[in-house]
C-alpha cells in the first residue's frame, strides 16, 4: 500500500509540474510575468553602454556602508538620461547569511533589497546584471591557503539557487554574472573558477523560472581578460542558458591610478598596447559576445586631455572588437547621485559618441614619455603678476567643426559668446585666444580666481571645455629637508595662494637631481620627481 501510495504521489507531482508549465522543483512564474529569449550577443548590444552602480550593494558589510547611501530609483533616471542602456548592479552577500553549512540561507529582506533595486532599474526600461561582488575577497578568494574549494562551490551553489529562485520571473532584461573578479593565478584556479561558472548556471536552472533561457556572463579568473583567455573554458553544452564572457579593463594601471606621477596617455605605444589587449580577447573568442563589466578613467585620477582621450580611444577599440562596455562609478567619480550632476560631463558625452560610431573633437595633450614639460588644451594655466599674452590651443577636431565659444562662470548665470577673429582665432585645428579676452578674465585679479571656462562647440551634444586658471606660487613652511626616516611620511605645511591643489609637486634632491625612489628612477623625467 505504501509503494502505490508514494507512487501516486510521484503521479500527482508530475501532472502538477506539466499543469504550470515548469521543471522540477524550480519557481513557477505567474502568467502575468513576461520572458522574451534574447540572445546573450543582443543583450550586450542592447546594455551598451551601461553604467555600474558602485560601492552601493556591494559594499561592506552593506548598502551605505561606503561612500554612497542607499540608492534611489531617480538615480537610475539620471543614468538613462545621460545615454546609458542598462546597469551593473555588483551585490555582496558575504554578510547576509543567516545561516551557515550546509543551506547558507540569505537574509530575505536583502534578497527582497536586491530584487526591488532590480525593478527600479528594469522599470526604466534599463538592462542589468546582477552578481557575486566581494564574496570573492572573503569567502572565495582561492589563492588563500585556508580557502575550502569545496565549500566554496558548495556556497555559491546555495547562493546562486537563492538568487536565482528571487528572481527568476525577472524579465529577459535581467542577465547574471558568476562572480565578480575572483582571485587565481594559476591554471588550476582557472579550472575551478571554470566549475564555478556551471555551478552557476545548475544552481539557476535549478531554480526555475525564466532562468534556464537567461543571459549570463561567464567568468575567468579576476576577470582578467589575458587568465580568461588561458584559461577559459566554455560551460557544459547542457545548458541553453545564452552565455557571453565579461572581462574587466582598467589599464595602463599607472595612468588610471595615477601611480608614479603619471599623468599622461596617447601615444602611439599606449594606444597600440590598448589594442592589442583588447584584440587578443576578441581573437581568443571569436564567436563569444564579449563585454567588459568595469572600466574607468576617473576625473578623480586623470588629467582632463588625457582622459578624454582615453575615453574616446578605448571607446572606439571596445567597438571596433565588438565588445559592450560598463563605466565603473564608484559614487564618487563620475555621477553625483545627490545633485544629479555629471562631474565630468564632457566625458559621459564622449562615451555617447563613441558608442554611436560618431567622431569626438579632443583636446591635444602631452604624450610623450621622455618629455620634461606637460601641455594640456583642456587648461590655460596663467601665473599671477606675469603679462597676459596670447594662447595657442591645438585640437584634434577629428572632422568636427567649430560652431561658437562661450564663456561659462561658476559666479555668473549668462553665458557670453566670443566673438570669432577678436576674441579668438582659428588656424586649421589650433585655436588661439587673443590676450585682450583674456586680460578681461584674468587681470587686474586681488586674488587668483575661480577656474573659468571657455567651451568650444565641437562635440554634437555638449560643448569641450577650456578651463581658465590662475595660479601663483603657494609659501611652503621649508622648501628643503633631511630624508625623513625610513618608512615615514615628509609633511610640509602649505600656505595656499588661491586654488588650493597643486598643478604639480617636484622633489629635487641638493644636487638638482631628482628625488626618485628605487621604481621612478627608471621612468620619464615628468614622473621623476613627481
Ligand atoms: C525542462 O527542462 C528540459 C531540459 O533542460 C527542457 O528541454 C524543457 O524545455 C524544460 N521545460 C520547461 C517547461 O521549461
Ligand atoms: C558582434 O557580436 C554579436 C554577438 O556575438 C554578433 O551577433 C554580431 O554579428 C557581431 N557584430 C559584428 C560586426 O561582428
Ligand atoms: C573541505 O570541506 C569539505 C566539505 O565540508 C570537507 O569534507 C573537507 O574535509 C574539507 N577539506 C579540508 C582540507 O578541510
Ligand atoms: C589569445 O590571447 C593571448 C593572450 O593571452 C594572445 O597572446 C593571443 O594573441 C591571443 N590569440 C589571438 C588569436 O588573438
Ligand atoms: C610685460 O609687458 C610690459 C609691456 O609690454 C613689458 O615692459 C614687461 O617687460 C613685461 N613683463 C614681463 C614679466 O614679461
Ligand atoms: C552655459 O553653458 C553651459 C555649458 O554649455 C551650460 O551647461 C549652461 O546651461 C549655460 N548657461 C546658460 C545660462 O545658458
Ligand atoms: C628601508 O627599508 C627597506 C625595506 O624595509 C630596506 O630594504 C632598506 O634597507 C631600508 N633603508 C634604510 C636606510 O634603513
Same mark, same amino acid.
Given at each position: 500500500m505504501r509503494v502505490s501510495h508514494s507512487s501516486a504521489a510521484l503521479l500527482l507531482n508530475s501532472a502538477f509540474a506539466v499543469a504550470q508549465s515548469t521543471n522540477g522543483t524550480g519557481v513557477t512564474c505567474p502568467s502575468t510575468s513576461k520572458f522574451t529569449p534574447i540572445s546573450a550577443g543582443k543583450f550586450f548590444d542592447a546594455i551598451n553602454p551601461g553604467w555600474n552602480l558602485g %560601492? *552601493?550593494?556591494?559594499a561592506v558589510e552593506t548598502e551605505?556602508? @561606503? +561612500? +554612497? $547611501?542607499p540608492v534611489v530609483a531617480s538615480t537610475f533616471d539620471d543614468v538613462k538620461k545621460a545615454g546609458f542602456n542598462g546597469v551593473r548592479l555588483p551585490v555582496t @552577500?558575504?554578510?547576509?547569511? *543567516?545561516? !551557515?553549512? $550546509? &543551506?547558507w540561507t540569505v537574509d530575505e529582506k536583502w534578497l527582497q533589497r536586491v530584487s526591488d533595486v532590480v525593478d527600479m532599474v528594469t522599470d526604466r526600461g534599463l538592462y542589468a546584471i546582477v552578481n557575486v561582488h566581494h564574496d570573492s575577497w572573503t @569567502?572565495? &578568494?582561492? *589563492? !588563500?591557503?585556508? *580557502?575550502n574549494v569545496t565549500v566554496v562551490e558548495e556556497r555559491l551553489a546555495k547562493l546562486w539557487f537563492q538568487i536565482g529562485t528571487k528572481l527568476a520571473c525577472k524579465s529577459e532584461m535581467v542577465a547574471f554574472e558568476t562572480i565578480n573578479e575572483i582571485p587565481g593565478t594559476t591554471a588550476e584556479h582557472g579550472k575551478v573558477i571554470n566549475r564555478l561558472n556551471n555551478i552557476m548556471l545548475q544552481a539557476v536552472n535549478d531554480a526555475g523560472g525564466f532562468n534556464a533561457q537567461r543571459v549570463v556572463t561567464l567568468v575567468g579568473a579576476g576577470e582578467d581578460g589575458v587568465k580568461t583567455t588561458q584559461w577559459f573554458e566554455r560551460p557544459d553544452a547542457k545548458f541553453k542558458n545564452p552565455w557571453g564572457i565579461q572581462y574587466h579593463y582598467y589599464s595602463p594601471y599607472d595612468f588610471i591610478f595615477q601611480a608614479w606621477g603619471k599623468t599622461t596617455w596617447g601615444s602611439d605605444a599606449d594606444k597600440a598596447s590598448l589594442e592589442a589587449d583588447i584584440a587578443a580577447v576578441r581573437g581568443n573568442f571569436t564567436d563569444v559576445p564579449l563585454i567588459i563589466g568595469e572600466w574607468a578613467a576617473s576625473p578623480v585620477a586623470t588629467e582632463t586631455a588625457a582622459r578624454w582621450r582615453y575615453f574616446d580611444f578605448f571607446l572606439r577599440t571596445a567597438a571596433k572588437y565588438n565588445t559592450s562596455t560598463i563605466l565603473w562609478d564608484n559614487g564618487a567619480d563620475f555621477l553625483d547621485r545627490a545633485s544629479h550632476q555629471w562631474r565630468d560631463g564632457v566625458a559621459i558625452d564622449i562615451y555617447r559618441n563613441a558608442v554611436q560610431g560618431v567622431a569626438n573633437a579632443l583636446p591635444d595633450s602631452t604624450t610623450d614619455g621622455s618629455a620634461t614639460s606637460q601641455q594640456s588644451s583642456a587648461y590655460i594655466y596663467h601665473k599671477k603678476g606675469a603679462n597676459v599674452t596670447d594662447v595657442a590651443l591645438p585640437f584634434h577636431f577629428n572632422g568636427n567643426t567649430l560652431k561658437d565659444i562661450s564663456l561659462t562662470s561658476s559666479s555668473t548665470t549668462a553665458n557670453k559668446s566670443l566673438t570669432k577673429d577678436k576674441d579668438y582665432t582659428v588656424s586649421a585645428e589650433t585655436i588661439t585666444f587673443a590676450s585682450p579676452f583674456l586680460s578681461t578674465i584674468l587681470? /587686474? /585679479?586681488?586674488k587668483p580666481q575661480a577656474p573659468r571656462k571657455p567651451n568650444p562647440h565641437l562635440l554634437r551634444r555638449r560643448p569641450l571645455t577650456v578651463t581658465i586658471i590662475q595660479y601663483a606660487t603657494p609659501v611652503l613652511a621649508s622648501t628643503s629637508s633631511p630624508l625623513?626616516? %625610513?618608512s615615514s611620511d615628509l609633511l610640509i605645511p602649505i600656505t595656499w595662494a588661491g586654488q588650493t591643489r597643486p598643478a604639480a609637486v617636484k622633489a629635487v634632491k641638493s644636487d638638482g637631481g631628482y628625488l626618485v625612489d628605487d621604481w621612478t628612477q627608471y621612468l620619464g623625467p615628468l614622473q621623476q620627481g613627481g
Open positions: %560601492n *552601493t550593494l556591494d551605505g556602508s @561606503w +561612500n +554612497n $547611501p @552577500w558575504a554578510y547576509h547569511f *543567516t545561516s !551557515q553549512a $550546509p &543551506d @569567502w572565495a &578568494d582561492l *589563492t !588563500q591557503a585556508s *580557502t587681470t /587686474p /585679479p586681488s625623513p626616516a %625610513n
